[in-house]
């Protein structure tokens, strides 16, 4: 069963950046939204998307933008808060880490 964390806040800020990544089972994906587009530099994310392939990090474009984040990874898709109720439909489950 997949899941789509949701990572609402800044792993420089927080813990719910580390213990969504202990989490993550191989199928699941991650969506960075509100602080969470903090973390689009953040090294454990960075290393955990380096060291898994198959993860996929979507990223909230207009949230990025709102706090003048960006990242020139390709490893994040830009999605917009429309696309977010498909993502959630394509996922069984969803866990919202703030």
């Known amino acids: 069963m997949a899941t789509l964390h949701i990572i609402r806040s800044s792993g420089y800020s927080s813990n719910a950046l580390a213990q969504c990544l202990s989490m993550l089972l191989p ?3 991650i969506l960075l939204m509100d602080d969470g587009c903090y973390n689009l530099s953040h090294a454990l994310l960075l290393k955990a998307l380096k060291d898994d ?3 996929t990090a979507y990223v ?3 949230h990025a933008s ?3 984040q960006s990242s020139s990874h390709s490893d994040f898709i830009l999605t917009t808060l429309t696309e977010v109720v498909t993502l959630l439909f394509k ?3 969803s866990i919202t880490w703030s």
């Open 27 to 29: 199928q699941d994906n």
């Open 66 to 68: 709102a706090r003048a």
């Open 60 to 62: 909230v474009s207009e």
């Open 53 to 55: 392939p198959e993860l």
């Open 91 to 93: 996922h069984d489950n």
